[in-house]
């Protein structure tokens, strides 16, 4: 699942896990999770989200490679969130929800997290930018991108979704 912050991707990637009988892997509830259970990974990651950024690649990929190496059929949200990260990695369909900065405002300022503070949302959104859009043409190119809408009804997007996603050829 790639989306800027607010853009839906845990809405839309539990809804089309659930429907298909796939795990949703959220890399941002993992870290969520590592912060909450105050566990040595949480207490590097707090310091990050403390301040409205976002972790590293290093730690990242700590949270969620073990989670991705005991299972072969997931829907992945939130990881990779840049070209770096991608390397080695193979999908057989990477969904993208495109939605404009505005919507993605009024969503993440709704939303009431820690992290999703007004003076901190611009500068997350230029860092999505700058780091996750060069995987739509990476995906693009591979074969593998779903481009959708993600500024409607989630059940209106969830039903594309899953209409594309079981006509689209598998890797």
Do not use: C
Request: glycine share 12%; no cysteine; aromatic share 4%.
């Amino acid at each position: 699942m790639l989306a800027p912050p607010g853009g839906g991707k845990g809405t839309q990637g539990t809804r089309i896990a659930e429907e298909l009988g796939l795990d949703h892997v959220s890399s941002g509830d993992l870290l969520r999770e590592a912060v909450a259970e105050d566990t040595p990974l949480g207490r590097e990651v707090a310091g990050y989200m403390d301040k409205g950024e976002l972790a590293p690649d290093a730690l990242v990929a700590d949270a969620i490679k073990p989670v991705l190496e005991h299972r072969d059929s997931y829907v992945l949200d939130g990881f990779p969130r840049n070209l770096g990260q991608a390397e080695g990695l193979q999908f057989d369909a990477v969904i993208y929800l495109e939605v404009p900065e505005e919507a993605l405002t009024r969503r993440l300022l709704g939303r009431g997290r820690k992290d999703d503070r007004p003076e901190v949302i611009p500068r997350r959104l230029r860092e999505y930018a700058q780091d996750t859009e060069p995987l739509i043409g990476l995906y693009r190119d591979q074969g593998v991108l779903i481009a959708v809408d993600g500024d409607r009804p989630p059940d209106e997007i969830t039903g594309e979704l899953l209409d594309r996603l079981r006509r689209q050829p598998r890797a």
